[in-house]
């Protein structure tokens, strides 16, 4: 018997689909959620998810080997469809008989769903529009995150609470959707639950749990950090397009918009063209993120945070976080 029967409940079909107690996934983190922090949510009765990244075939292939060493129970692998070599990587979960595969940063390029089907696995989604979701639920996805503006990372325009509304009642019956973006507490969770969803993501609330290997000081940052530190880069001007990421506000992300500004005046005097401005502005991020993570340099690297941020306190064991999670919404769910 679950000792938390009412959300166990609305929960049975992500359970069943992820194959674990609870259908609560830790979003990918790059630098962060690797195999510590995956194996970590996994055995706490979560499903971990490893973030790829810009990683090559081999590293990943040597992540998922030692992440299988900290558990047997099941964990995705999340690969950016934009990465050159993403056949490859498909290629090396198939090779670890990876159970779940979670295509993000774009609409999947031809033939990805299908590789990942031939060996098995259930492949995971993102869509920001309706009409996109059931396109990609047709063309051979098992499940949906639908993830709000609130989130973390690389985020749409659109809020969690609204794109639930338009999503979970249209999907819900027939399909199965996860909500991700803003989760901080139990409470939120019941509700999405109660209105379809099968499960939640999240990710700011575990980047900094005991077992992360983010750095000291970048998870000191979190704890300091309130809701509105929280910020969405912005777009300086229309021929660079930016897609936004939130983070927390530091020097970084003020010398972004200054890049911004720069290369912006750049194309303005004709001394550089229009493609290597693009790539200019798209690579200033890389490696930024590992800046802070890794390095704990606060000042200058991506502090991506969601706007749970604030509820992010002190260092606490994954199995914490995630009973506490399902302790708020049982009980929210009891006085309903
Ligand atoms: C530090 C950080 C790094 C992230 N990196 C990735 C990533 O590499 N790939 C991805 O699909 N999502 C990434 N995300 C998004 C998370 O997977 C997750 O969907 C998101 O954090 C959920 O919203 P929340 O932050 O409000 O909990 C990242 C989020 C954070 C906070």
Redesign the pocket.
């Known amino acids: 018997m679950s000792s938390y029967p009412k959300t166990s409940a609305l929960m049975a079909r992500g359970r069943e689909f992820l194959g674990t107690d609870h259908a609560i996934l830790c979003?990918?983190?790059?630098?962060?959620?690797e195999r510590n922090l995956v194996s970590a949510i996994s055995n706490a009765g979560g499903f971990g998810?490893i973030?790829c990244?810009a990683m090559t075939p081999e590293l990943l292939d040597a992540e998922i080997a030692a992440t299988r060493a900290m558990t047997d129970r099941p964990f995705g692998v999340?690969l950016?469809t934009m990465h050159p070599q993403l056949f490859d990587l498909i290629e090396v979960c198939g090779k670890h008989g990876v159970g779940h595969v979670?295509l993000?940063?774009g609409i999947p390029p031809k033939g990805s769903v299908e590789a990942i089907k031939a060996f098995d696995a259930r492949v995971i989604v993102?869509a920001p529009t309706l009409a996109l979701a059931k396109k990609l639920l047709r063309s051979g996805g098992d499940a949906l995150?639908i993830?709000g503006m609130?989130?973390?990372?690389?985020i749409g325009p659109v809020s969690t609470s609204v794109l639930a509304q338009e999503f979970l009642p249209e999907l819900s019956a027939d399909h199965l959707v996860f909500v991700?973006?803003?989760?901080?507490r139990g409470e939120a969770i019941a509700g999405y639950l109660e209105m379809g969803a099968v499960g939640v993501?999240?990710?700011?609330?575990f980047?900094c749990a005991t077992e992360s290997i983010a750095h000291p000081d970048f998870k000191k940052a979190f704890f300091r950090a309130g809701a509105r530190d929280a910020i969405a880069s912005v777009q300086v001007d229309p021929r660079l397009p930016v897609i936004p990421v939130r983070a927390l506000r530091n020097k970084g992300t003020e010398a972004f918009s200054a890049k911004q500004r720069e290369v912006a005046n750049l194309l303005d005097s004709e001394s550089l063209p229009m493609a290597e401005a693009q790539l200019q502005i798209e690579h200033y991020w890389a490696g930024a993120?590992r800046r802070a993570?890794i390095d704990g340099d606060i000042e200058n690297g991506s502090l991506?945070?969601?706007?749970?941020v604030g509820m992010v306190k002190s260092e606490e064991p994954v199995a914490d976080i995630i009973a506490q999670l399902m302790a708020e919404s049982e009980a929210a769910l009891s006085r309903r």
């Open positions: 979003g990918a983190m790059s630098w962060v959620s998810v973030a990244g999340n950016i979670v993000a940063g993102f995150v993830e609130e989130a973390g990372g690389h991700a973006g803003g989760i901080g993501q999240l990710g700011t609330r980047a993120l993570v991506m945070a969601g706007q749970s």
